[in-house]
């Protein structure tokens, strides 16, 4: 079975600083890794994914992850933070085709001016 | 192209009642899974459909139940309702399986009392 750990509840970060928001996952078969982004009373929005391929992922609004298979990592990462980057931030695994999508406990991430 | 559509927004229900919640997915979306999400707990799996059969289900009780019909709208349905029932419960749908993308609702608030 799947399972992820996101290592930070909140992250605080200045803004134009860059962040990292981490994340591990464990799993017996090969996996699809995710990051959703939540702004407040909203569902959840796709950032990036890694299917397969290369490890670096780019996604929307900045941000990046790379794919770490012997550290079992999928960290997010973003150059220089804006305030409207102020959200919680959701690391997903899914077993493969046909499998179900586990999330992890979300991190808040808190924009300081 | 419409998104995910959940009805009804929000939810006023008492203890013991049953509740039924929607979700339209996008037009041509075969996959609907839903998640329940707490502040305690994130966001847990409840179940997936797909083609008007449940494809994957996650660990909750007997109460949680729900089915798709032939245009692919969902719907889940809570018996015997408890105050630990309260949460935002989100919908998201997939073209064909939800372990490649998924596009959430903006959810729906049940307040248990």
């Known amino acids: 079975a799947q399972s992820v750990t996101q290592l930070d509840s909140q992250v605080p970060v200045f803004e134009e600083a860059p962040v990292e928001l981490r994340c591990n996952y464990s799993s017996s078969v090969s996996v699809y890794l995710f990051w959703y982004v939540q702004y407040p009373n909203q569902g959840l929005q796709l950032l990036l994914k890694y299917l397969s391929g290369s490890t670096l992922v780019k996604g929307i609004n900045g941000f990046e992850a790379e794919f770490n298979k012997s550290q079992t990592s999928f960290h997010l990462r973003k150059p220089s933070v804006h305030i409207s980057d102020t959200a919680e931030y959701f690391c997903a695994v899914s077993g493969g085709r046909d499998d179900k999508i586990i999330f992890g406990k979300g991190t808040r991430l808190h924009i300081l001016p | 192209k419409a998104g995910v559509t959940q009805t009804p927004r929000y939810l006023i229900k008492t203890r013991g009642q049953q509740v039924t919640l929607s979700c339209s997915p996008i037009?041509?979306?075969?996959?609907v899974s839903w998640y329940q999400q707490t502040p305690g707990q994130g966001l847990q799996f409840l179940f997936e459909?797909?083609?008007?059969?449940?494809?994957n289900k996650g660990n909750f009780p007997g109460r949680f139940s729900g089915r798709q019909f032939s245009n692919s709208r969902s719907e889940m349905n809570v018996s015997t309702l408890e105050l630990g029932d309260s949460a935002l419960y989100l919908c998201a749908s997939s073209l064909g399986t939800a372990s490649t993308e998924a596009f959430f609702g903006q959810g729906t608030r049940l307040t248990v009392v």
């Open positions: 037009s041509g979306h075969r996959s």
């Open positions: 459909y797909f083609s008007e059969t449940q494809r």
